[in-house]
């Protein structure tokens, strides 16, 4: 099992930044990537950014590239989501995620979510 606990949400104005935070706890030596979601009122969850624990690598999407920036403490086994430029469409819920591979197993956890608004 693996716990993600979200930080760092909250209301900002429209050009403004906010930093999420995300720390996994448990069976973390199983995990293979981490990333960030967002789900917006009436629409689906999104991916916005993962990076990858082996290779380091990380994606991102169309919508946030060069605005957003997802990293990671492995000392802390926290992920980050520095968030620039943010915009009203950027508005949503914003969901940790945690892929894992262990054996024969394999699957995915999600935090709780974290509430971003940005609005002026």
């Known amino acids: 099992q693996v716990q993600l606990v979200e930080s760092g949400g909250g209301l900002v104005q429209p050009g403004g930044s906010l930093r999420l935070s995300c720390t996994a706890s448990?069976?973390?030596?199983?995990?293979?990537?981490m990333g960030w979601y967002r789900q917006a009122p009436g629409k689906s969850r999104e991916l916005i950014a993962n990076?990858?624990?082996?290779?380091?690598?990380?994606n991102y999407a169309d919508s946030v590239k060069g605005r957003f920036t997802i990293s990671r403490n492995d000392a802390k086994n926290a992920v980050y989501l520095q968030m620039n430029s943010l915009k009203p469409e950027d508005t949503a819920v914003y969901y940790c995620?945690?892929?894992?591979?262990?054996?024969?197993?394999?699957?995915?956890?999600w935090g709780q979510g974290t509430q971003v608004t940005v609005s002026s």
């Open positions: 995620n945690a892929k894992y591979f262990s054996g024969a197993n394999s699957g995915e956890y």
């Open positions: 448990g069976n973390i030596f199983s995990i293979i990537a």
């Open positions: 990076i990858f624990s082996r290779t380091d690598s990380s």
